[in-house]
């Protein structure tokens, strides 16, 4: 168990550009959440997937921002014509839910590291 | 729908004294009660939870949360801080569905020497 990984870690990008990141989640999680943290904030929730079915976007979710998880492992996040107020850390999280006998309250969400975003 | 108020945005205690960071939510179903740890450069690390059943809640690196409906609270505590223990501390609730889960603004503990 390798933990939740994502790429980059940082991203310096100028306004109007596209940028994606990744995020590898825990092997065999079959949930997969996106986040955004600003500083001195929590983290918001962005959108999550479920195997590759994404089933819930936030409002936050403005129509430059895409995600995907098409074979229901790895997933991208990409940002078009990026703006500063994109600025911040965008974390990805994993978990297990759904297997015989594990109600979905023992669902525990394990963070990866972030990629802190820049737009400058 | 979900909130929490993290009560003190910083919080600075003396190594050995007793940390006490605080937590309020408000839920339209019986929550579920989440604190996290950040440190720096770093993604959050579930310190400890609570779903259902008993009250108080035991975590890893020895901080505990008793869940207070009355008081509508879920505060943290661990007898005595470590200098370890600076980081970032994050309450967060759902009502069952990790899909709702809000987080609140965080806590800065620092501890003193």
């Known amino acids: 168990d390798t933990g939740v990984s994502q790429d980059p870690r940082h991203k310096i990008t100028k306004r109007g550009q596209n940028v994606t990141f990744r995020c590898d989640p825990i092997s065999e999680h079959n949930r997969l959440y996106w986040y955004r943290q600003t500083l001195g904030q929590g983290p918001e929730f962005l959108t999550y997937?479920?195997?590759?079915?994404?089933?819930?976007k936030s409002r936050l979710l403005s129509d430059r921002f895409s995600a995907e998880r098409p074979k229901g492992s790895f997933s991208t996040l990409e940002i078009q014509r990026t703006e500063q107020g994109d600025s911040a850390m965008y974390l990805c999280?994993?978990?297990?839910?759904?297997?015989?006998?594990?109600?979905?309250?023992?669902?525990?969400?394990?963070f990866g590291p972030g990629t802190r975003l820049l737009v400058l | 729908a979900q909130s929490v108020t993290q009560l003190g945005s910083h919080v600075s205690v003396s190594e050995g004294a007793l940390v006490l960071l605080r937590c309020n939510y408000s839920?339209?179903?019986?929550?579920?009660l989440f604190w996290y740890v950040q440190y720096p450069n770093q993604g959050l690390q579930l310190l400890l939870k609570y779903t259902t059943g008993a009250t108080l809640v035991k975590g890893i690196n020895g901080f505990e949360a008793e869940f207070k409906k009355s008081e509508t609270s879920f505060h943290l505590t661990k007898p005595s801080a470590h200098m370890s223990d600076a980081a970032e501390y994050f309450c967060?609730?759902?009502?069952?569905?990790?899909?709702?889960?809000?987080f609140g603004a965080g806590t800065r503990l620092t501890v003193k020497p």
């Open positions: 967060a609730v759902s009502g069952g569905n990790n899909n709702d889960m809000r």
């Open positions: 839920s339209s179903v019986p929550p579920y």
């Open positions: 997937f479920q195997n590759e079915a994404q089933l819930e």
């Open positions: 999280a994993s978990s297990l839910i759904g297997l015989a006998g594990v109600p979905i309250f023992q669902e525990t969400q394990y």
